[in-house]
């Protein structure tokens, strides 16, 4: 019998069998290590990455002091922290304040599809680094192995504009994380799973839109 049949009950609704009801204490199994296993990886990273994250942040407040704006690129789910981070700094993370300046470059699909269809997908962060980024500025590079071609080349494209660079990566940094300047900073986490990264790399924009924070309001 499959362990996921069901059966209709005289209401009309579905009966879960006693192979579902299994299954469905399998997932919670999995689920709770899931649930284990990313708060193990957040504790582990923790030593690694607050200092990075702290002169980041640092970094950061520096370039938005001097009239400066983050720019922050990714793929699929880094593109979607991209945009998170850029949304918490330009209206607000937890505190009340003036709205930052950042700006994510994934999300104009005419941009991005004029750019790829023109060219080639490996330069449609590239471009616009170049044409809206100016010294001083600051690029939030998001790649989870650290071998993402477009961001790479957004990265290149930061290093001829004088334009700084977090490079938020996983694994080991990838290619990405071998042509980083000095001046540049790396946070990288220290695990294998794409899921896991993303998980504390989501924790790692919390934690540097808290700092931010801390660092232009003066909150303890």
Same mark, same amino acid.
């Given at each position: 019998?499959?362990p996921?049949?069901?059966?209709?009950?005289f209401?009309?609704?579905?009966v879960a069998?006693?192979?579902?009801?299994?299954? =469905?204490?399998?997932?919670?199994?999995r689920?709770s290590e899931?649930?284990?296993?990313s708060?193990?990886?957040k504790l582990?990273a923790? =030593?690694?990455?607050?200092g990075?994250i702290?002169a980041?942040?640092?970094?950061?407040?520096?370039?938005l002091?001097?009239?400066g704006? &983050?720019?922050?690129?990714g793929?699929?789910?880094?593109a979607a922290?991209s945009q998170h981070?850029?949304?918490e700094?330009?209206n607000r993370?937890?505190?009340?304040r003036?709205?930052l300046?950042a700006?994510?470059?994934t999300?104009?699909?005419?941009?991005?599809?004029?750019?790829a269809? =023109?060219?080639?997908y490996?330069?449609?962060f590239?471009?616009q680094?170049?044409?809206?980024?100016?010294a001083g500025?600051?690029?939030?590079?998001?790649s989870?192995?650290?071998?993402s071609r477009?961001?790479?080349?957004?990265?290149?494209?930061?290093?001829?504009g004088?334009?700084?660079v977090?490079?938020l990566?996983?694994?080991?940094?990838?290619r990405?994380g071998?042509?980083l300047l000095p001046?540049? &900073?790396?946070?990288?986490?220290?695990a294998q799973?794409?899921a896991? &990264?993303?998980e504390?790399?989501?924790?790692t924009?919390?934690?540097?839109c808290?700092? &931010?924070?801390?660092?232009?309001l003066?909150?303890?």
């Amino acid at each position: 019998m499959n362990p996921f049949d069901t059966r209709i009950g005289f209401d009309g609704s579905f009966v879960a069998s006693r192979g579902t009801m299994a299954a =469905d204490m399998d997932l919670i199994a999995r689920i709770s290590e899931n649930f284990s296993e990313s708060a193990h990886l957040k504790l582990q990273a923790m =030593d690694a990455l607050a200092g990075p994250i702290a002169a980041a942040a640092e970094c950061m407040v520096r370039c938005l002091r001097q009239d400066g704006k &983050i720019m922050s690129c990714g793929n699929g789910g880094s593109a979607a922290d991209s945009q998170h981070f850029s949304a918490e700094m330009l209206n607000r993370f937890e505190m009340e304040r003036p709205g930052l300046a950042a700006i994510a470059l994934t999300t104009d699909s005419s941009t991005l599809t004029s750019i790829a269809n =023109d060219y080639d997908y490996e330069q449609i962060f590239s471009k616009q680094v170049r044409a809206l980024g100016q010294a001083g500025d600051m690029l939030l590079a998001i790649s989870t192995s650290g071998n993402s071609r477009n961001v790479i080349a957004a990265v290149q494209a930061a290093h001829e504009g004088q334009i700084g660079v977090v490079a938020l990566t996983g694994h080991h940094g990838g290619r990405m994380g071998e042509l980083l300047l000095p001046s540049d &900073i790396h946070i990288c986490v220290p695990a294998q799973s794409t899921a896991r &990264i993303q998980e504390v790399h989501l924790l790692t924009l919390h934690c540097l839109c808290d700092a &931010i924070d801390c660092l232009l309001l003066g909150v303890e």
